[in-house]
């Protein structure tokens, strides 16, 4: 009750003080016309006829007198142009009509595009509220769900009643225009539900067939030694990429009797599961984790006005998600050399001086018995393969409006040019939703045709596999509307003006790493830290990295990884993350227990992320001798500072 109190206390004094403060007075005006004019330019001179990149420049009674050179320079940086009126360039072009206000702090910002009637859009202080209000209430709260509803209906009424409209109306606005017409009613968002929806049912269906038991039990035949059990469970966690919480309920349950025989800690289950379940799916292209991910990075595209494909920008970020490729690397390096220190060390030298623990927690999962590993190997291959094909045919020229052609003469150019731009031009919802209709289709079909399963034990199994999921889901639509909600308010606006000059592009991933680390770790949610961050880092990476040799769009994509990274770090530190919970639950272990002799080697790839990774590559260090470098370092951490039991 104090903590719903205190939320409310908070909510009430955050929109209070906003919508009692001054209106917004004038705000680095050139900055905000060039990040939020710039999607309406490039918008504008794609519909503008035969002119193409012609536009008209129409300046508003009651404006800055520099509001002409202002829209000039943002027409600039988009490589279009603007004419005067009147003028021979005029004709067939489009027309932007501006009103630029200013003051102290803030700007108003008023346009119009054609004949249409003006848009008015106001930035001030007050548009960082939503996203700080959504970390403070979690906080509060730890309630994902409830703070990003809060903060979604904050978003709501400081989005409106600057503009003339009343608290009734803002919270209507936050209902109507963010969570239904932005989140629901969209098509490709859709297309991310039904696939989170269906691969969760395939997961569901290949587990109750035992096909995932098979799965592990190919990877446990020969483990006779402590090391190989710990060996198995890491190859377990690796093998189950498509889902963290399956794969934490699975590896726990299903190998613990393993690890009791071999007289491995049960503390060491649980930092080998939780090591390999978020991080592996967070980096897999195949994944209930993917989707969430490449939406984010959608808001965030969208706020900065950049028009790339969010899944090529997911490729690309790849070899800078140093924290989860450092946490397999060193839980590999656990595994294999059994060496261990801090708290841990306490607790294998307990588990091998005395019988296994037999209480703890109680796992709610049991694993079913084996089956036949190819009911699992399958559909998942399937919809891996179907999601490729997928992937090329929505993005191949033909699909495309107007096609797109290829400029390199080389073979080996055009080979490399055709992937790019076919990743840049397809749409990867649609492509990964049909592939898991095909691969949902085919685990039930195969199970149905083998007796293995019943219809109705089959739908139920996709079902209880579904439940999980629906938070999940809801947090989805939740972080959809979010991102709405900080475009509106001018959350990324606020923060380029502000930061722009006083951040370097050297030490700025290193900086959203550690944010992103401070807040997973505060709210326990990997998709709440990404939904708050994303949509406001990407802006302000762009305007950061504009003139310096990494560019804006390299350092937008370092970014992206290190804000994907730093969620992550909460899922392993954090006592109240979904994650951390599930491990020590499969697991039997004490989830303090857990939280104790895990966070060291959560720390460890941490540090290694930022001294081996983020650092050296702002330095324009190669992105693969980062990653040997940080390998290298890891391994050195454990032989000088670990210990064999």
């Known amino acids: 009750m104090f903590r719903l109190l205190s939320l409310a206390a908070v909510t009430l004094l955050v929109i209070g003080g906003a919508l009692l403060a001054r209106p917004d007075q004038g705000f680095l005006a050139g900055q905000l016309v060039r990040t939020f004019l710039q999607p309406e330019l490039a918008r504008a001179a794609a519909g503008s006829g035969p002119a193409g990149t012609a536009l008209v420049l129409e300046v508003l009674p009651g404006s800055r007198p520099d509001t002409a050179a202002l829209v000039a320079e943002a027409v600039r940086v988009r490589g279009l142009r603007w004419v005067e009126p009147g003028s021979a360039g005029a004709e067939g072009a489009a027309t932007l009509g501006v009103r630029l206000t200013s003051g102290d702090h803030s700007a108003g910002l008023e346009f119009r595009l054609g004949e249409g009637p003006p848009r008015r859009r106001v930035f001030a202080w007050y548009g960082v509220l939503p996203p700080l209000l959504a970390i403070v209430a979690a906080i509060l709260t730890r309630h994902v769900v409830l703070s990003l509803s809060v903060a979604v209906l904050a978003g709501g009424v400081l989005a409106t009643v600057p503009a003339g409209g009343s608290v009734v109306s803002g919270l209507w606005h936050a209902f109507d225009a963010y969570l239904v017409r932005h989140a629901l009613l969209d098509a490709f968002r859709l297309d991310i539900i039904l696939f989170v929806l269906l691969i969760s049912g395939t997961v569901g269906i290949a587990r109750d067939s035992g096909g995932i038991r098979a799965m592990i039990d190919l990877a446990v035949r020969f483990c006779r030694t402590p ?199 397809c749409n990867s919802a649609r492509a990964m939703s049909r592939a898991a209709m095909l691969g949902y289709a085919v685990a039930l ?101 504009e003139h310096s040799p990494l560019t804006g769009v390299g350092l937008v994509v370092m970014s992206v990884g290190a804000v994907l990274e730093g969620s992550i770090f909460g899922d392993h530190c954090s006592p109240i993350s979904d994650t951390t919970i599930l491990s020590s639950i499969s697991c039997g272990c004490d989830l303090l227990e857990h939280v104790r002799t895990q966070m060291p080697y959560a720390l460890t790839a941490a540090v290694a992320a930022i001294v081996a990774g983020y650092l050296p590559v702002s330095l324009q260090v190669p992105w693969w001798v980062c990653l040997s470098a940080g390998a290298a370092g890891l391994l050195a951490v454990a032989i000088l500072a670990g210990r064999r039991v």
């Open 445 to 545: 079909a195969a199970v149905l045709a083998g007796r293995v399963m019943g219809l109705r034990a089959a739908l139920r199994a996709s079902l209880i596999s579904i439940r999980p999921v629906l938070k999940a889901i809801v947090v989805l639509f939740l972080a959809w509307s979010i991102g709405a909600a900080s475009r509106d308010v001018g959350t990324a606006g606020y923060l380029v003006a502000v930061f722009r000059d006083a951040l370097h592009p050297i030490g700025f991933s290193v900086l959203v790493f550690g944010i992103g680390c401070l807040v997973s770790f505060a709210t326990g949610s990997s998709y709440s830290t990404m939904a708050i961050l994303l949509p406001n880092v990407v802006p302000l990476a762009l305007a950061v990295g």
């Open 227 to 425: 090391r190989a059990a710990r060996l198995a469970v890491w190859a377990g966690g690796m093998m189950l990429f498509f889902d963290d919480y399956l794969n934490c309920l699975v590896v726990g349950n299903t190998l613990r009797p393993l690890t009791d025989r071999h007289r491995v800690s049960r503390a060491k289950l649980a930092y080998l599961v939780d090591s390999t379940a978020a991080p592996v799916a967070g980096l897999s292209i195949i994944s209930t984790w993917i989707i969430f991910e490449t939406m984010q990075i959608r808001e965030g595209l969208q706020a900065a006005g950049l028009d790339l494909e969010p899944f090529m920008v997911f490729v690309q970020s790849l070899p800078y998600r140093f924290y989860c490729v450092f946490t397999l690397l060193l839980g590999l390096i656990v595994a294999a050399g059994g060496r261990d220190f801090g708290p841990m060390l306490a607790a294998e030298r307990r588990a091998g001086s005395s019988a296994p623990a037999k209480g703890g927690i109680p796992a709610e999962d049991p694993a079913p018995p084996a089956g036949r590993a190819w009911l699992a190997v399958a559909p998942v291959g399937l919809i891996v393969a179907a999601t490729l094909l997928g992937l090329w045919w929505t993005g191949r020229p033909q699909a495309c409006s107007p096609p797109w052609t290829l400029e390199h003469p080389s073979e080996p150019a055009r080979v490399v040019e055709y992937l790019q731009k076919t990743l840049a031009h």
